[in-house]
């Protein structure tokens, strides 16, 4: 049975696999905001964080990406990686407009791997993007901790995500 997410109280399916804590973390290729592809998963020697948003023209989307990007900022040995379908171009002028340059922001519009993950959004007026989660995976491309946010509308629990990224390094 696929995965969901809830949009404002109403349930909807995802799409993919329902990864768990221990496995491999599937390798995806996302374009980044200066068209270049770059692959997140898999074992990299640094500790990945890959994050999934709807899109970063929402207030809690961009609220997520700022806040990341502060947290995240002076952790050394660290990969931060902010997935949604919003193209490049916009990605770029979103990153240009609050000085977020700590992380990679990265679009999935091209190879649509992040369904690999299981969160993409597959029914709904939302069918087609990328719900609302974090994947920390370890040095050696382990799954160490997953946060699928059950309201697509809410913020994630970004003190768990720092504490387990904390105790991977």
Same mark, same amino acid.
């Given at each position: 049975? &696929?995965?969901?997410?809830?949009?404002?109280?109403?349930?909807?399916?995802?799409? %993919?696999?329902?990864?768990?804590? *221990?496995?491999? &973390?599937?390798? &995806?290729?996302?374009?980044?905001?200066?068209?270049?592809?770059?692959? #997140? %998963? %898999?074992?990299? *020697?640094?500790?990945?964080? +890959? #994050?999934?948003?709807? /899109?970063?023209?929402?207030?809690?989307?961009?609220?997520?990406?700022?806040?990341? $990007?502060?947290?995240?900022?002076?952790?050394? *040995?660290?990969?931060?990686?902010?997935? /949604?379908?919003?193209?490049?171009?916009?990605?770029?002028?979103?990153?240009?407009?609050? $000085?977020? *340059? $700590? +992380?990679?922001?990265?679009?999935?519009?091209?190879?649509?791997?992040?369904?690999?993950?299981?969160?993409?959004?597959?029914?709904?007026?939302?069918? %087609? +993007?990328?719900?609302? &989660?974090?994947?920390?995976?370890?040095? =050696?491309?382990? +799954?160490?901790? #997953?946060?699928?946010?059950?309201? #697509?509308?809410?913020?994630? $629990?970004? =003190?768990?995500?720092?504490?387990?990224?904390?105790?991977?390094?």
């Amino acid at each position: 049975m &696929a995965q969901t997410v809830n949009l404002k109280g109403n349930p909807v399916a995802l799409c %993919g696999p329902t990864l768990q804590v *221990g496995q491999k &973390a599937p390798e &995806a290729v996302v374009v980044t905001k200066d068209l270049q592809e770059k692959v #997140i %998963g %898999g074992a990299k *020697g640094v500790v990945q964080v +890959i #994050i999934t948003v709807p /899109s970063l023209d929402t207030p809690v989307c961009e609220t997520e990406t700022k806040k990341f $990007n502060e947290l995240m900022g002076g952790m050394s *040995g660290v990969d931060v990686t902010v997935v /949604s379908m919003d193209l490049p171009f916009a990605q770029k002028r979103f990153c240009e407009s609050f $000085n977020i *340059g $700590n +992380i990679t922001v990265a679009s999935d519009f091209r190879y649509r791997d992040m369904e690999k993950y299981g969160v993409l959004i597959c029914e709904g007026a939302l069918k %087609g +993007i990328l719900a609302r &989660a974090v994947f920390v995976v370890d040095k =050696e491309g382990n +799954i160490a901790y #997953i946060q699928l946010v059950p309201e #697509i509308t809410q913020e994630p $629990n970004y =003190e768990e995500v720092v504490e387990k990224v904390k105790s991977l390094l």
